[in-house]
């Protein structure tokens, strides 16, 4: 793969504990199959930090990112105006943008606000769908990392039920 | 170990269109049990799918993602008979790799 990503890796790595990187490590080096050795040694550790935000500026900053600039070009699909199970929330997610590199879901009134980052390499479609879970109704913004620049668009989804807590 | 996913990938044309299914509890860390303990949070970290030996997609996930996580997403390339890899990872380093021939 190209230099950016690598690098983009490699500063990931850096920012995080002893103990995320070791784990990182055994997982590169480790009992994987021979097969997969390469991809998992690509992917990245996981970025705690990220995972940890409550509002957009700790999550830009956690991802390494300035202000996002709002855009048209990220549209939404199979995504409900109204939610009637909080536990499973379809998002569908595509970006318009050329040279996308990777795009978030961010849930603005979960717990913690970033559910998913996806990667994109050359050659896959910017556009991915998941489901994931939200405590209560709240926006939900689609973060597109696009040729080192940040882009967000929002959405408004009620939940008639919660999917957080029990 | 868990249970395998269900995978299938489709090509259309030049594109393969992949849908994975995966079997995960997905626990928040959230969720109080019947004693008012804290259920200590399960999830997948990360997921990798790779065919021929190249990531088609690399994504991290929190513990917002549903249980039993549905995933899709498409890339250019593939030919009837690729195998499509996707493994994932969760945040108690079980791991899990499953294959998928191309349709």
């Known amino acids: 793969m190209d230099a950016e990503r690598m690098d983009r890796g490699r500063r990931a790595v850096l920012k995080q504990g002893g103990g995320a990187t070791l784990l990182a490590l055994v997982a590169a080096a480790g009992w994987l199959r021979p097969e997969v050795a390469g991809a998992q040694a690509q992917a990245q550790a996981w970025n705690k930090a990220a995972f940890d935000t409550h509002n957009m500026a700790e999550t830009m900053q956690a991802l390494g990112g300035g202000e996002p600039t709002q855009s048209k070009d990220i549209v939404f699909f199979q995504t409900p105006d109204i939610a009637e199970n909080g536990a499973v929330v379809p998002i569908g997610i595509t970006s318009n943008i050329p040279k996308t590199e990777s795009i978030a879901i961010l849930i603005e009134k979960n717990p913690n606000m970033v559910a998913a980052v996806f990667d994109i390499p050359p050659g896959t479609e910017p556009s991915v769908t998941t489901r994931v879970k939200m405590g209560q109704s709240s926006n939900i913004y689609a973060l597109v990392k696009a040729d080192g620049k940040y882009y967000v668009a929002a959405k408004d989804v009620k939940v008639t039920l919660g999917g957080c807590g029990g | ?103």
């Open chain 2, 1 to 103: 170990m868990a249970d395998p996913m269900k995978i299938r990938a489709n090509v259309t044309g030049d594109t393969t269109e992949v849908k994975v299914l995966m079997s995960h509890e997905m626990e928040t860390g959230q969720r109080k049990d019947a004693q008012g303990k804290t259920i200590p949070a399960w999830f997948i970290q990360s997921v990798t799918a790779t065919w021929n030996g190249k990531t088609v997609l690399a994504a991290q996930w929190g513990p917002a993602v549903s249980k039993n996580p549905f995933l899709s997403f498409k890339f250019k390339g593939g030919a009837k008979g690729d195998k499509v890899l996707i493994t994932w990872v969760d945040n108690r380093g079980d791991k899990r790799t499953d294959e998928a021939t191309i349709a």
